[in-house]
Nanobody, 123 residues
Framework: VQLQASGGGLVQAGGSLRLSCAAS????????KGWFRQAPGKEREFVAA????????SYADSVKERFTISRDNAKNTVYLQMNSLKPEDTAVYYC?????????????????WGQGTQVTVSS
């Protein structure tokens, strides 16, 4: 099982990026998928999660109204559209998949993790 995250990069404050996370080796079409991030010297934190159908989502307060999570089950891929980026959004972003059928927000509740993609927002 592999989760391959991509789409990170360097962007100016106020800009946008779209992260993608493609799964291979197993179909996760019914699994809850999430995005987390980890800034230098800080713990990994929840960003967003989406249920299997896309009908239910959850966001950290710090990214609400700016980030949008979505998924394409046919492509086994989850996305994170990030708008109005701020320097404090700078972190390595990780995608993850949980065995739970309902949305969860804790790192320990996710079973599979991607390798991370760096997002750097300059001021």
């Amino acid at each position: 099982v592999q989760l391959q995250a991509s789409g990170g990069g360097l962007v100016q404050a106020g800009g946008s990026l779209r992260l993608s996370c493609a799964a291979s080796g197993r179909t996760f079409s019914t699994a809850v998928k999430g995005w987390f991030r980890q800034a230098p010297g800080k713990e990994r934190e929840f960003v967003a999660a989406i249920n299997w159908s896309g009908g239910s989502t959850s966001y950290a307060d710090s990214v609400k109204e700016r980030f949008t999570i979505s998924r394409d089950n046919a492509k086994n891929t989850v996305y994170l559209q990030m708008n109005s980026l701020k320097p404090e959004d700078t972190a390595v972003y990780y995608c993850a998949v949980t065995r739970f059928g309902a949305i969860v927000r804790e790192v320990g509740e996710y079973d599979y993790w991607g390798q991370g993609t760096q997002v750097t927002v300059s001021s």
